[in-house]
């Protein structure tokens, strides 16, 4: 199993990112598939998830400013990350969770400058 990140980098504050997360070895269509991120000192966090029928949920925190999609043919997880803030800057980790099932991908940095 394999979850790949891409697309962060360096921001400025207000500026915009998307994530993106390539799966490959699960039957993907019937993940949950979600962005979590982890600050320098903090624990990991919920960023956004979306069920396999296509439900989202979105940390508080990020309201208005997230959405995540899939798509299913080509396994892949996007986060549309807008009006960025210096206190966003964390590693962000795809992750696919199924029953008793739970993946990590490696996770990419994000740095938002103000």
């Known amino acids: 199993v394999q979850l790949q990140a891409s697309g962060g980098g360096l921001v400025q504050a207000g500026g915009s990112l998307r994530l993106s997360c390539a799966a490959s070895?699960?039957?993907?269509?019937?993940?949950?598939m979600g962005w979590y991120r982890q600050a320098p000192g903090k624990q990991r966090e919920l960023v956004a998830a979306?069920?396999?029928?296509?439900?989202?949920n979105n940390a508080d925190s990020m309201q208005g400013r997230v959405t995540i999609a899939r798509d299913n043919a080509k396994k892949m997880v996007y986060l549309q990350m807008n009006s960025l803030k210096p206190e966003d800057t964390a590693v962000y980790y795809c992750n696919a969770v199924a029953k008793q099932l739970r993946f990590w991908g490696q996770g990419t940095l994000v740095t938002v400058s103000s």
């Open positions: 070895g699960i039957t993907f269509n019937i993940y949950t």
């Open positions: 979306i069920l396999s029928d296509g439900t989202t």
